[in-house]
């Protein structure tokens, strides 16, 4: 029997071979590269975000002053970046104290969590545990349509249902049964429920709330924790629920202490990427917060978020170079730092509770 190679038989003999290992190169080569790109993106993003907030900070950029000689002038200290309570770089009395738009940001992302988180693992569960194959294939889509829908989208949403039927119906109900009750059992508690019914009987709400900011993102972010947290659960082996049926467990028991613990991994990443996307989210809680940066814990108040100052002063007519414009360097790698502590917090999360199977 003949061991010639043949013609057109596919990899045969040392050229063939040779070729293919160098096809093989070449393809390792072109994905390697997509790689670094993301990761070259992700350091140029940050480099270009350090260099102009060290001009907010120093009055210099670093570039500038290791290639033109410029010097360090501090401009802005870091407490008071860090610890001020009034945010106003553009004002005729500027202030430089980030935490209003710092906790603007936080109690959206907190607020968002929690609508988000519950809804979206009982749906997820609901999906994974209770569901038909047929209504699984027919809301998974709708899910995923809700995940599509753009942010501005959501905004116009907010601004037309949220705020004016929902927000302000919660505001109404406040200020009159649960306000006279919150009155009437005052001298329960002296001094403690007083400010509280207070705060309630003077229930506003404008335009722009924190509370419609909170709504509108925890929706927006439904979908990706019942979406990743629904294929956390479906990644479960059958043996797992098969073994907890056949010591009498029920639907309900198997899916909370089986498939829950089991899929931990899974769902907690949902919800770190929920939060981060609630972090980073802009359009929709610009429409719905709004633009004043204050530190309230009224939900009914308007409030500014990191991105919302972002959107802000990019949009208005602040000369480049001037302090106002780098402030916005500086937010942008206040909010870079806070994405990425999150994803590391993902990573970590991932790593402590990952399940493996065999």
Known sequence: MSTEPQSGSGISGDDSLEAAHEKNRRVRRALFGCAAITVVTTVAIFLVLFDNAAQYFFGARISEALFDGDSFIRTITFTEFLT????????????????????????????????????????????????????RNRLKPILEILAGIPTIVYGYFAISFLTPVLVDGIATYLVNPVGQGLDSVSHLA??????????????????????A????VGTMTIPMVSSISEDAMQAVPDELRNGAYALG??????????????AVSGIFASYILALSRAIGE???????????????????????????????????TTA??????QSLFAV?????ILTLSMNVLNDLLKRRFQEEYR
Do not use: C
Request: proline fraction near 6%.
């Open 213 to 216: 900011g909170i709504l509108v």
């Open 249 to 262: 467990a029920t639907k309900y028991q198997v899916s909370l202490r089986i498939v829950l613990p089991a």
């Open 332 to 336: 942008g790698l206040l909010l870079f």
């Open 282 to 316: 802009t359009m929709a809680v610009t429409m719905a917060a709004g633009f004043n940066a204050k530190l309230t814990a009224n939900p009914f108040d308007e409030i500014m978020t990191m991105t919302a100052y972002l959107v802000s002063m990019a949009r208005g």
């Open 84 to 135: 001020g309570t009034r945010w106003a770089p553009d004002h005729s009395t500027p202030a430089h104290g980030v935490l209003p738009i710092v906790w603007g940001t936080l109690a959206i992302t907190i607020g968002a969590g929690m609508v988000s988180i519950p809804i979206g693992t009982a749906t997820a569960l609901y999906l994974s545990e209770y569901a038909t194959t047929g209504t």
């Open 190 to 211: 002296p001094g403690l429920l007083e400010p509280l019914a207070a705060g309630m009987m003077g229930a506003s709400v404008g335009r722009y709330s924190m509370l």
């Open 320 to 325: 480049v170079g001037t302090i106002e414009y």
